[in-house]
């Protein structure tokens, strides 16, 4: 490691930054010196407002990849090097329109149910239940269940925890799934080669992110079912399922930890309520046609 992306990390550890973030910020920074091929500490002000209009124009990368990497720039070149350009300050990544993927109550469940190893299978059931990021989901610990008052506390990003209510099978989904492995800590233990939970062979991490998309996109191809989604898919998935079940819209954003109830509204575009009162309009507009 250079003494450089030492003394980066070093800050943002100073500022409480999460290791996430801190991975994000770095990996931004990284990018940028490759893209020159020269360290970044060597870069001119042009050379980032030409890479900015790189990312925007020719690789066309979505608003929060843009976002990440202005983040993480910005943090690198005002706090590590103490150098404060105009440009920083004025780029914006452009707002998208689109609206997220969501899959039915039945595409859920087949896809669920197509999830052959256990420790993914309960892991991704968990994320869709309780409306949780991948990684919220994939960290889970032992203690962070409250069956006595069905609650499951979340260490969300930014060091925002919250808790979320718990329905029974999800309760007695976790605990029988715990049973076959008992890891003091984790609650969805990494398996080994041999599908086994590292907490039976000995005191290993929690199963990592990629290793659940993997099993995600391989249910998906499973079912045959043709949209684009992926594991976020289940957190906008219970948001809108919650919405069409007449759930509160602020209390949908207390369990999904959403810092603005904008966000949240997302979903309100989702529902098949929303969808629904278009169908008699429409139909008329095509009479006669």
Known sequence: ????????????????????????????????????????????????????????????????????????????????????????????????????????RDEVRRILREVRIPVYRVCLTTIYACGLRLLEGAHLQVPDVDGGRMLLHIHGKGKKDRYVPLAAPTVEGLRTYWRTHRSPVWLFPAPTRHGLPHALVHNGGPVTRSSLQSAFRRALRRTGIAKRAHVHTLRHSYATHLLEAGVNLRIIQENLGHGSARTTQLYTHLTREVQATLTDPLNQLMQGL
């Open 1 to 104: 490691m250079t003494p450089l992306r030492q003394r980066m990390i070093e800050d943002m550890q100073l500022r409480g930054f999460s290791a996430r973030t801190q991975e994000c910020y770095v990996a931004a920074v990284r990018q940028l010196a490759a893209h020159f091929h020269t360290r970044p500490d060597r870069l001119s002000e042009e050379d980032l407002r030409q890479y900015f209009l790189y990312l925007a124009n020719e690789k066309k990368v979505a608003r929060a990849t843009a976002t990440i990497a202005l983040c993480g720039i910005k943090f690198f070149y005002e706090h590590t090097l103490q150098q404060h350009w105009t440009t920083l300050r004025f780029v914006r990544p452009a707002r998208e329109k689109k609206l997220p993927v969501v899959l039915s």
